[in-house]
């Protein structure tokens, strides 16, 4: 079993949707979580980190549950600069990093 | 937030020829670098894990013979493809870890993508 999955997509919405992404780990020691934003030929950029009372960040938020191990990113009013790709991270307890496959998004208007 | 510096950007070379690429953490002490390939359309392949001072771990199927990794100092790694050729044609990415940073997270270099004619 992977230790991140991630559902790849591709998620197609409009314009001014709500969009979910969920991503389930298998590690329950994990510590540590994130979502990372890529853009098409470019590096990773940390979007958010992802703590366990859940947090927001303008039209973003993420979720932790740990009982079910794992992780959500809502987007709320998507806009056509969200069309990325989406990467859960999931940090262990030995400085591991693992990352799920990604999800597809394009806001179309 | 920590900056991580990968050089260079883009490298064009001959096919048997070695390339290799710096990742410097500019403003903390990497004790772990990561070393990724990414294909077109595809997701991030971990190709190794490095400490600062031993040996890389490769992951399954990444050749180490192939893929020089060095890790000499807290804020340098190098990634050498020796005799490179078209196949390993692709955008390679590191990433940092280490002390200096609260929140946990990985930072990324800014690629370099690899050419092979």
Known sequence: ?109 | GAVVSQHPSRVICKSGTSVKIECRSLDFQATTMFWYRQFPKQSLMLMATSNEGSKATYEQGVEKDKFLINHASLTLSTLTVTSAHPEDSSFYICSASGWGQPTGELFFGEGSRLTVL
């Not at chain 1, 934003?37 to 990773?44: G, I, L, N």
């Not at chain 1, 990113?73 to 990325?84: E, F, T």
Request: some cysteine; proline content about 5%; aromatic content about 12%.
């Open chain 1, 1 to 109: 079993r992977k230790e991140v999955e991630q559902d790849p997509g591709p998620f197609n919405v409009p314009e001014g949707a709500t969009v979910a992404f969920n991503c389930t780990y298998s590690n329950s020691a994990s510590q540590s979580f994130f979502w990372y934003r890529q853009d098409c030929r470019k590096e990773p950029k940390l979007l958010m980190s992802v703590y366990s009372s859940g947090n927001e960040d303008g039209r973003f938020t993420a979720q932790l549950n740990r009982a079910s191990q794992y992780i959500s990113l809502l987007i709320r009013d998507s806009k056509l600069s969200d069309s990325a790709t989406y990467l859960c991270v999931v940090r262990n307890t030995g400085n591991q990093f693992y990352f799920g496959t990604g999800t597809s998004l394009t806001v179309i208007p």
